[in-house]
């Protein structure tokens, strides 16, 4: 007897998880959102790349009121960064909360190699002082370290390195993470294995992520994830072998996140959501078996148009919701259309991958 299980197999695997999308803002085209922050009180920080300068830093201060409605919220221009025509990746930093690291400056050209730099955004109030006027949501920028000039070739995702005052920075040409010192703007490599390095032309190391005592990064060029052990420092351990976790069903992957925290199941609660930016979706990664799985956007389709970078929302409204922004389409136009850049937010209530 023959047993009809193609049928079934075929039903199986065009099943397509696609998790509920809100639209929370979207600015005129063009428009390219290079990456994505949250404050502690859940405000969203946007970096913006340009062809041209200057480039400006937003923020969205409570992007949950656009999942509880069908509305949109514009972003707010908070500091705009004059000569400068790409705002990258940033990060809190771990010992100070609302005092960021951000990286940018202007992108190399066909004649031109890039000119780089990291600043402080602190958002942390001054002490009181007299006949000063103290403004809440205007942050303080300051240029703490020139990047170019120690070497580093084109800075992309940032993140934090648990317990200390310093933050890693991926090198996507250079294929390699430095580390930055908050206080004293030192500027070191940290890690450097060829599973970082550019190939082809297109970019390296993207973003990058420290999970318990894990280095976890993805390659744009070789569109999957890879992990090490790293110290305290931030540098790779002694004898610790680079694992590849997975590789993506897809031809690029851009920045990603991690999350939600606490929640039971993979990676000691935590999930991988990668952004593919040229394929349009959101590939999430469970870090132990190196599954893989699309759970929003499809290539084709405008949904989720260019995404370059994730991140959970950190208030009890929004914090199992992933804000995913997008460069419209830029990179690769979406059956020849692009649109300006967005912030979606991505239902991850309840979201467990397919065995
Ligand atoms: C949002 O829009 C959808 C589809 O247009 C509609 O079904 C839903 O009721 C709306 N929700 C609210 C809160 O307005
Ligand atoms: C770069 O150099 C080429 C050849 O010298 C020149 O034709 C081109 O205009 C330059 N581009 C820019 C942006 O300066
Ligand atoms: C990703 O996009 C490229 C072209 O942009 C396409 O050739 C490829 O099939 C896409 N991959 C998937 C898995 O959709």
């Given at each position: 007897m023959q047993i009809p299980i193609l049928p079934f197999f075929a039903l199986a695997t065009t099943v397509q998880a696609t998790l509920h999308l809100k639209l929370v803002t979207q600015f005129p085209?063009?428009?390219?959102?290079e990456n994505i922050a949250v404050r502690r009180n859940g405000a969203l920080l946007l970096t913006q790349l340009t062809t041209s300068p200057p480039a400006t830093l937003y923020t969205l201060p409570y992007p949950w009121l656009s999942i509880s409605s069908n509305s949109t919220i514009p972003a707010k221009p908070l500091h705009t960064f004059p000569n400068t025509n790409a705002l990258l990746g940033l990060a809190e930093s771990p010992l100070h909360p609302d005092l960021f690291v951000l990286v940018g400056g202007v992108n190399p050209t066909a004649n031109s190699s890039g000119s780089f730099v990291a600043w402080t955004v602190d958002f942390r109030p001054l002490p009181p002082s007299p006949g000063l006027a103290t403004s809440e949501t205007q942050p303080r920028v300051t240029q703490i370290a020139s990047l170019s000039s120690k070497g580093v070739l084109l800075p992309n995702g940032v993140a934090a390195l648990p317990g200390r005052n310093a933050v890693l920075v991926a090198d996507s040409l250079a294929g390699c993470i430095w580390r930055v010192d908050i206080a004293t703007g030192a500027v070191q490599l940290a890690v450097k294995v060829p599973e970082m390095a550019a190939s082809k032309g297109a970019a390296g190391v993207n973003g990058v992520r420290v999970v318990g005592e894990k280095l976890y990064w993805t390659n744009s060029a070789t569109a999957a994830v890879y992990r090490v052990g790293i110290d305290a420092e931030g540098k790779q351990k002694e004898g610790d072998m680079v694992e590849k976790v997975a590789s993506l069903p897809a031809i690029f992957a851009d920045d990603f996140a991690v999350g939600p925290?606490?929640?039971?199941?993979e990676l000691g609660g935590d999930l991988l959501w990668v952004a593919t930016n040229v394929n349009n979706t959101l590939i999430a990664v469970?870090?132990?078996?190196g599954k893989t799985e699309v759970v929003a956007g499809a290539t084709?389709?405008?949904?989720?148009?260019g995404p370059t970078a994730a991140a959970f929302g950190r208030t009890e409204k929004d914090k199992e919701w992933l804000y995913v922004v997008t460069?419209?389409?830029?990179k690769a136009p979406v059956n020849g259309l692009t649109e300006g850049g967005k912030v979606v937010a991505v239902d991850t209530r309840g979201f467990a991958m397919r065995d």
């Open positions: 085209a063009p428009f390219w959102i925290t606490g929640r039971k199941g469970n870090g132990q078996t084709g389709s405008l949904e989720l148009a460069c419209g389409g830029v």
